[in-house]
Protein backbone atom coordinates (compact mmCIF):
# COMPACT_ATOMS: atom_id res chain seq x y z
CA UNK A 1 0.00 0.00 0.00
CA UNK A 2 2.95 2.18 1.22
CA UNK A 3 4.29 1.20 -2.25
CA UNK A 4 1.81 2.18 -4.28
CA UNK A 5 1.32 5.61 -3.13
CA UNK A 6 4.77 6.31 -3.06
CA UNK A 7 4.47 5.56 -7.19
CA UNK A 8 1.38 7.65 -7.43
CA UNK A 9 2.58 10.38 -5.49
CA UNK A 10 6.37 10.03 -7.12
CA UNK A 11 5.56 10.12 -10.63
CA UNK A 12 2.47 12.24 -10.65
CA UNK A 13 4.40 14.85 -12.13
CA UNK A 14 5.77 17.99 -11.21
CA UNK A 15 2.93 19.84 -8.54
CA UNK A 16 0.42 22.31 -9.69
CA UNK A 17 1.61 21.88 -13.23
CA UNK A 18 -1.39 19.80 -15.17
CA UNK A 19 -4.06 21.27 -17.08
CA UNK A 20 -6.11 20.48 -14.38
CA UNK A 21 -4.63 22.44 -11.65
CA UNK A 22 -5.13 25.31 -14.13
CA UNK A 23 -8.38 24.11 -15.86
CA UNK A 24 -10.26 22.19 -12.49
CA UNK A 25 -13.37 21.89 -14.90
CA UNK A 26 -11.23 19.58 -17.49
CA UNK A 27 -11.17 16.83 -14.61
CA UNK A 28 -14.93 15.62 -15.89
CA UNK A 29 -13.66 14.88 -19.54
CA UNK A 30 -12.63 12.03 -20.89
CA UNK A 31 -8.69 10.90 -20.58
CA UNK A 32 -8.61 9.28 -24.30
CA UNK A 33 -8.26 13.37 -25.57
CA UNK A 34 -5.09 14.13 -26.76
CA UNK A 35 -2.95 15.96 -23.58
CA UNK A 36 -4.60 14.12 -20.85
CA UNK A 37 -2.36 11.77 -20.14
CA UNK A 38 -1.96 13.14 -16.26
CA UNK A 39 -5.86 13.03 -16.14
CA UNK A 40 -4.91 9.31 -16.69
CA UNK A 41 -2.34 8.80 -14.30
CA UNK A 42 -4.59 10.61 -11.76
CA UNK A 43 -7.49 8.44 -12.78
CA UNK A 44 -5.20 5.22 -12.50
CA UNK A 45 -3.90 5.34 -8.98
CA UNK A 46 -6.99 7.17 -7.26
CA UNK A 47 -7.40 3.86 -6.13
CA UNK A 48 -3.75 3.85 -4.07
CA UNK A 49 -4.52 7.21 -2.39
CA UNK A 50 -8.37 5.96 -0.97
CA UNK A 51 -7.00 2.88 0.33
CA UNK A 52 -4.09 4.33 2.28
CA UNK A 53 -6.68 7.05 3.06
CA UNK A 54 -9.42 4.57 3.91
CA UNK A 55 -7.20 0.79 5.32
CA UNK A 56 -5.11 2.09 8.05
CA UNK A 57 -7.91 4.69 9.56
CA UNK A 58 -10.37 2.09 9.44
CA UNK A 59 -8.09 -0.51 11.10
CA UNK A 60 -7.04 1.81 13.73
CA UNK A 61 -11.13 2.63 14.54
CA UNK A 62 -11.66 -1.19 14.93
CA UNK A 63 -9.11 -1.30 17.08
CA UNK A 64 -10.43 1.09 19.33
CA UNK A 65 -13.83 -0.45 19.22
CA UNK A 66 -12.19 -3.65 20.61
CA UNK A 67 -10.16 -1.87 23.12
CA UNK A 68 -7.17 -3.48 22.30
CA UNK A 69 -3.96 -2.28 23.76
CA UNK A 70 -2.73 -0.96 20.99
CA UNK A 71 0.78 1.27 20.03
CA UNK A 72 -0.30 5.06 20.55
CA UNK A 73 -0.43 5.96 16.47
CA UNK A 74 -2.00 9.89 15.40
CA UNK A 75 -5.69 8.25 14.30
CA UNK A 76 -5.79 6.61 17.74
CA UNK A 77 -4.74 9.72 19.92
CA UNK A 78 -6.68 12.06 17.61
CA UNK A 79 -9.80 9.73 17.79
CA UNK A 80 -9.69 8.91 21.60
CA UNK A 81 -10.11 12.42 22.06
CA UNK A 82 -12.70 12.59 19.34
CA UNK A 83 -15.04 9.99 21.50
CA UNK A 84 -14.51 11.40 24.74
CA UNK A 85 -15.46 15.11 23.98
CA UNK A 86 -18.41 13.41 22.41
CA UNK A 87 -19.25 11.25 25.56
CA UNK A 88 -18.76 14.52 27.78
CA UNK A 89 -20.70 16.87 25.96
CA UNK A 90 -17.77 19.01 24.77
CA UNK A 91 -17.87 20.39 21.11
CA UNK A 92 -14.83 18.95 18.71
CA UNK A 93 -13.60 21.66 16.69
CA UNK A 94 -12.56 18.25 13.86
CA UNK A 95 -14.59 15.51 12.84
CA UNK A 96 -13.54 11.74 11.71
CA UNK A 97 -13.09 12.71 8.31
CA UNK A 98 -10.64 15.68 9.32
CA UNK A 99 -8.58 12.92 11.16
CA UNK A 100 -8.67 10.28 8.26
CA UNK A 101 -7.19 13.19 6.18
CA UNK A 102 -4.68 14.20 8.15
CA UNK A 103 -3.16 10.77 9.41
CA UNK A 104 -2.92 9.91 5.30
CA UNK A 105 -1.52 13.20 4.59
CA UNK A 106 1.47 12.33 6.91
CA UNK A 107 2.14 9.05 5.73
CA UNK A 108 1.93 10.39 2.13
CA UNK A 109 3.95 13.81 2.29
CA UNK A 110 5.81 11.96 5.57
CA UNK A 111 7.09 8.87 3.80
CA UNK A 112 8.89 9.22 0.30
CA UNK A 113 10.51 12.48 1.52
CA UNK A 114 11.85 10.92 4.12
CA UNK A 115 12.68 8.12 2.82
CA UNK A 116 15.07 9.50 -0.46
CA UNK A 117 16.73 11.41 1.92
CA UNK A 118 17.77 8.71 3.97
CA UNK A 119 18.50 7.04 0.80
CA UNK A 120 20.84 10.32 -0.57
CA UNK A 121 22.77 10.19 3.17
CA UNK A 122 23.90 6.63 2.27
CA UNK A 123 24.93 7.83 -1.00
CA UNK A 124 27.28 10.67 -0.09
CA UNK A 125 28.45 8.72 2.78
CA UNK A 126 29.42 5.78 0.54
CA UNK A 127 30.98 8.45 -2.03
CA UNK A 128 32.69 10.24 0.62
CA UNK A 129 34.39 7.88 3.02
CA UNK A 130 36.42 10.10 5.02
CA UNK A 131 33.86 12.42 5.88
CA UNK A 132 32.26 9.63 6.88
CA UNK A 133 34.98 8.91 9.46
CA UNK A 134 35.23 12.41 10.78
CA UNK A 135 31.00 11.59 11.69
CA UNK A 136 31.95 8.37 12.73
CA UNK A 137 34.51 9.89 14.85
CA UNK A 138 32.27 12.29 16.40
CA UNK A 139 29.36 10.08 16.94
CA UNK A 140 32.27 7.66 18.72
CA UNK A 141 33.46 10.86 20.96
CA UNK A 142 29.94 11.90 21.72
CA UNK A 143 28.45 8.52 22.21
CA UNK A 144 31.39 6.05 23.30
CA UNK A 145 30.93 2.08 21.90
CA UNK A 146 29.28 0.68 24.72
CA UNK A 147 25.75 2.20 23.72
CA UNK A 148 23.81 3.14 21.20
CA UNK A 149 23.46 6.73 20.21
CA UNK A 150 19.85 8.58 22.00
CA UNK A 151 17.84 11.85 21.22
CA UNK A 152 19.84 13.34 24.12
CA UNK A 153 23.06 13.27 21.78
CA UNK A 154 21.91 14.91 18.92
CA UNK A 155 22.43 18.60 19.97
CA UNK A 156 26.06 17.18 20.87
CA UNK A 157 26.95 16.09 16.93
CA UNK A 158 26.96 19.04 15.11
CA UNK A 159 29.25 17.96 12.00
CA UNK A 160 26.84 15.19 11.71
CA UNK A 161 23.94 17.79 11.51
CA UNK A 162 25.89 19.40 8.71
CA UNK A 163 26.16 16.68 6.64
CA UNK A 164 22.21 16.43 6.52
CA UNK A 165 22.10 20.18 5.80
CA UNK A 166 25.03 19.38 2.88
CA UNK A 167 22.26 16.11 1.78
CA UNK A 168 19.35 18.54 1.59
CA UNK A 169 21.83 21.05 -0.30
CA UNK A 170 22.85 19.21 -2.68
CA UNK A 171 19.54 17.62 -3.82
CA UNK A 172 16.28 19.79 -2.79
CA UNK A 173 13.50 17.35 -3.34
CA UNK A 174 11.09 19.54 -4.73
CA UNK A 175 13.50 20.92 -7.33
CA UNK A 176 10.70 24.10 -7.82
CA UNK A 177 9.39 24.31 -4.40
CA UNK A 178 5.38 23.67 -4.33
CA UNK A 179 3.84 26.65 -6.11
CA UNK A 180 2.29 29.44 -4.02
CA UNK A 181 -0.24 31.97 -5.32
CA UNK A 182 0.58 35.49 -4.45
CA UNK A 183 -2.31 36.90 -2.24
CA UNK A 184 -1.93 40.82 -3.17
CA UNK A 185 0.00 42.15 -6.35
CA UNK A 186 3.66 42.82 -5.60
CA UNK A 187 6.95 43.76 -7.46
CA UNK A 188 10.02 41.88 -7.73
CA UNK A 189 13.06 43.16 -9.16
CA UNK A 190 11.18 45.37 -11.40
CA UNK A 191 8.78 42.77 -12.35
CA UNK A 192 4.61 43.29 -11.58
CA UNK A 193 3.44 39.96 -10.02
CA UNK A 194 -0.46 40.33 -9.93
CA UNK A 195 -2.23 38.95 -7.18
CA UNK A 196 -2.91 35.35 -7.76
CA UNK A 197 -0.07 34.57 -9.73
CA UNK A 198 1.16 31.03 -9.03
CA UNK A 199 4.84 31.31 -7.98
CA UNK A 200 7.19 28.40 -8.08
CA UNK A 201 10.50 28.83 -5.63
CA UNK A 202 13.58 27.81 -7.44
CA UNK A 203 14.96 26.34 -4.84
CA UNK A 204 17.08 23.86 -7.06
CA UNK A 205 18.68 27.52 -8.36
CA UNK A 206 19.21 28.49 -4.40
CA UNK A 207 20.85 25.58 -3.42
CA UNK A 208 23.62 25.96 -6.36
CA UNK A 209 23.73 29.57 -6.56
CA UNK A 210 27.60 30.07 -7.08
CA UNK A 211 27.90 33.20 -6.02
CA UNK A 212 26.47 31.79 -1.96
CA UNK A 213 28.08 28.48 -2.17
CA UNK A 214 31.65 27.81 -3.44
CA UNK A 215 31.75 24.61 -5.84
CA UNK A 216 28.20 24.23 -5.30
CA UNK A 217 28.11 20.55 -7.26
CA UNK A 218 30.82 19.33 -4.21
CA UNK A 219 29.60 17.56 -1.37
CA UNK A 220 31.27 19.43 0.96
CA UNK A 221 29.42 19.72 5.06
CA UNK A 222 32.52 21.95 5.93
CA UNK A 223 31.22 25.33 3.83
CA UNK A 224 28.87 26.00 6.53
CA UNK A 225 32.16 26.00 9.55
CA UNK A 226 33.47 29.78 10.02
CA UNK A 227 36.46 30.44 7.91
CA UNK A 228 38.30 30.49 11.05
CA UNK A 229 36.94 26.49 11.84
CA UNK A 230 38.23 25.67 8.35
CA UNK A 231 35.17 26.40 6.83
CA UNK A 232 33.81 28.64 4.44
CA UNK A 233 30.94 30.92 6.50
CA UNK A 234 28.49 29.46 4.13
CA UNK A 235 24.43 29.64 4.82
CA UNK A 236 22.48 26.88 5.59
CA UNK A 237 20.15 25.86 2.43
CA UNK A 238 16.65 27.18 2.64
CA UNK A 239 14.03 25.76 0.38
CA UNK A 240 14.31 22.13 1.25
CA UNK A 241 10.92 22.05 3.57
CA UNK A 242 9.25 25.25 1.55
CA UNK A 243 8.27 28.62 2.73
CA UNK A 244 5.68 30.79 4.88
CA UNK A 245 2.71 29.66 6.20
CA UNK A 246 2.61 26.17 3.97
CA UNK A 247 6.31 24.92 4.81
CA UNK A 248 6.47 21.29 5.72
CA UNK A 249 4.65 21.11 9.34
CA UNK A 250 6.92 17.78 9.27
CA UNK A 251 10.43 19.34 8.81
CA UNK A 252 11.40 18.93 12.72
CA UNK A 253 9.88 15.66 12.33
CA UNK A 254 12.40 14.65 9.39
CA UNK A 255 15.11 16.10 10.86
CA UNK A 256 15.36 14.91 13.81
CA UNK A 257 14.41 11.42 12.62
CA UNK A 258 16.92 11.55 10.05
CA UNK A 259 19.39 12.64 12.35
CA UNK A 260 18.91 10.05 15.16
CA UNK A 261 18.87 7.48 11.90
CA UNK A 262 21.69 8.67 10.37
CA UNK A 263 23.52 8.58 14.06
CA UNK A 264 22.74 4.96 14.28
CA UNK A 265 24.07 4.30 11.06
CA UNK A 266 27.19 6.02 11.76
CA UNK A 267 27.87 4.52 15.10
CA UNK A 268 27.12 1.15 13.90
CA UNK A 269 28.05 0.18 10.03
CA UNK A 270 30.46 1.27 7.31
CA UNK A 271 29.20 2.29 4.41
CA UNK A 272 31.19 0.97 2.00
CA UNK A 273 30.39 0.45 -2.29
CA UNK A 274 29.37 -2.89 -3.13
CA UNK A 275 31.53 -5.69 -3.24
CA UNK A 276 31.72 -7.85 -6.27
CA UNK A 277 31.90 -11.30 -7.13
CA UNK A 278 35.83 -10.46 -6.32
CA UNK A 279 35.48 -9.26 -3.06
CA UNK A 280 36.28 -6.02 -4.35
CA UNK A 281 34.39 -2.86 -3.28
CA UNK A 282 33.13 -1.83 -6.46
CA UNK A 283 32.70 1.73 -6.90
CA UNK A 284 30.40 2.98 -9.32
CA UNK A 285 28.52 6.61 -11.01
CA UNK A 286 25.36 7.06 -9.98
CA UNK A 287 22.70 7.67 -12.49
CA UNK A 288 20.72 10.88 -11.84
CA UNK A 289 17.63 11.78 -13.71
CA UNK A 290 15.32 14.49 -13.50
CA UNK A 291 12.71 13.32 -16.03
CA UNK A 292 10.19 16.23 -14.41
CA UNK A 293 8.77 13.13 -12.44
CA UNK A 294 10.91 11.74 -10.06
CA UNK A 295 14.59 11.59 -9.10
CA UNK A 296 16.10 8.05 -9.52
CA UNK A 297 19.18 6.60 -8.40
CA UNK A 298 20.47 3.46 -9.80
CA UNK A 299 24.04 1.55 -9.12
CA UNK A 300 24.00 -0.01 -12.27
CA UNK A 301 25.24 -3.06 -10.30
CA UNK A 302 22.85 -6.06 -9.00
CA UNK A 303 22.39 -7.27 -5.38
CA UNK A 304 26.76 -8.32 -4.89
CA UNK A 305 27.95 -11.81 -3.77
CA UNK A 306 28.64 -10.99 -0.27
CA UNK A 307 31.39 -12.51 1.42
CA UNK A 308 30.89 -13.73 5.10
CA UNK A 309 29.98 -11.00 7.25
CA UNK A 310 29.06 -7.93 4.84
CA UNK A 311 25.94 -8.27 3.20
CA UNK A 312 25.97 -5.55 0.15
CA UNK A 313 27.60 -2.50 0.87
CA UNK A 314 27.22 -2.12 4.77
CA UNK A 315 29.72 -3.71 7.24
CA UNK A 316 29.00 -3.98 11.10
CA UNK A 317 31.73 -1.74 13.25
CA UNK A 318 32.05 -2.71 16.46
CA UNK A 319 31.50 -6.31 17.06
CA UNK A 320 32.69 -5.50 20.52
CA UNK A 321 30.30 -3.00 21.33
CA UNK A 322 28.45 -4.24 24.60
CA UNK A 323 25.12 -3.25 22.64
CA UNK A 324 22.38 -5.55 21.90
CA UNK A 325 23.56 -7.52 18.81
CA UNK A 326 20.26 -6.48 16.48
CA UNK A 327 21.27 -8.14 13.26
CA UNK A 328 21.96 -4.72 11.50
CA UNK A 329 24.27 -6.01 8.72
CA UNK A 330 20.83 -7.29 7.42
C1 LIG B 1 13.01 15.27 4.43
C2 LIG B 1 11.70 15.14 4.52
C3 LIG B 1 10.70 16.15 3.98
C4 LIG B 1 10.84 17.08 2.98
C5 LIG B 1 12.06 17.33 2.10
C6 LIG B 1 9.58 17.78 2.87
C7 LIG B 1 9.33 18.80 1.97
C8 LIG B 1 8.14 19.49 1.91
C9 LIG B 1 7.89 20.60 1.01
C10 LIG B 1 8.88 21.16 0.00
C11 LIG B 1 6.63 21.01 1.24
C12 LIG B 1 5.91 22.17 0.54
C13 LIG B 1 5.99 23.44 1.38
C14 LIG B 1 5.49 24.67 0.66
O1 LIG B 1 4.37 24.63 0.14
O2 LIG B 1 6.22 25.67 0.60
C15 LIG B 1 6.06 20.17 2.27
C16 LIG B 1 4.78 20.28 2.76
C17 LIG B 1 4.22 19.42 3.66
N1 LIG B 1 4.87 18.43 4.37
FE1 LIG B 1 6.81 17.92 4.16
N2 LIG B 1 8.71 17.26 3.79
C18 LIG B 1 9.36 16.27 4.50
C19 LIG B 1 8.84 15.51 5.54
C20 LIG B 1 7.56 15.59 6.00
C21 LIG B 1 7.00 14.80 7.09
C22 LIG B 1 7.80 13.77 7.92
C23 LIG B 1 5.68 15.14 7.20
C24 LIG B 1 4.63 14.63 8.16
C25 LIG B 1 4.73 14.52 9.41
C26 LIG B 1 5.41 16.17 6.23
C27 LIG B 1 4.19 16.77 6.05
C28 LIG B 1 3.96 17.81 5.17
C29 LIG B 1 2.64 18.42 4.99
C30 LIG B 1 1.34 18.02 5.69
C31 LIG B 1 2.82 19.45 4.05
C32 LIG B 1 1.75 20.39 3.53
C33 LIG B 1 1.79 21.68 4.34
C34 LIG B 1 0.81 22.71 3.79
O3 LIG B 1 0.52 22.70 2.61
O4 LIG B 1 0.36 23.55 4.59
N3 LIG B 1 6.57 16.41 5.51
N4 LIG B 1 7.00 19.26 2.68
Known amino acids: MADDTANAIGKSGAPASSIMDRLPATRYLPDWLPFMERLRYARTWCPAIENLTRLPFEASLRQLDSGADTESSFAHTRMTIWRENARMGVPNDFDLDDIKGAAATIVIAGNVTTAATLMLLVLYLMQHPDLQRKAQAEVDRVVGSDRLPSWADI ?110 LLATVDIDWPVGADGKPQPFEPEWSFRGRQLSCRSGHPSPAAPPGRKGCWTARYEHKNIAKGDYTK
Open 155 to 264: PSLPYTRLVLQETYRMNPLSLLGIPHASIADDVYDGMFIPKRTAVYSNVWAMCHDESVYAAPSRFWPERYLPKEDGGNGEPLPVGNSGFGRRVCIGKHLAENGLLIVLAL
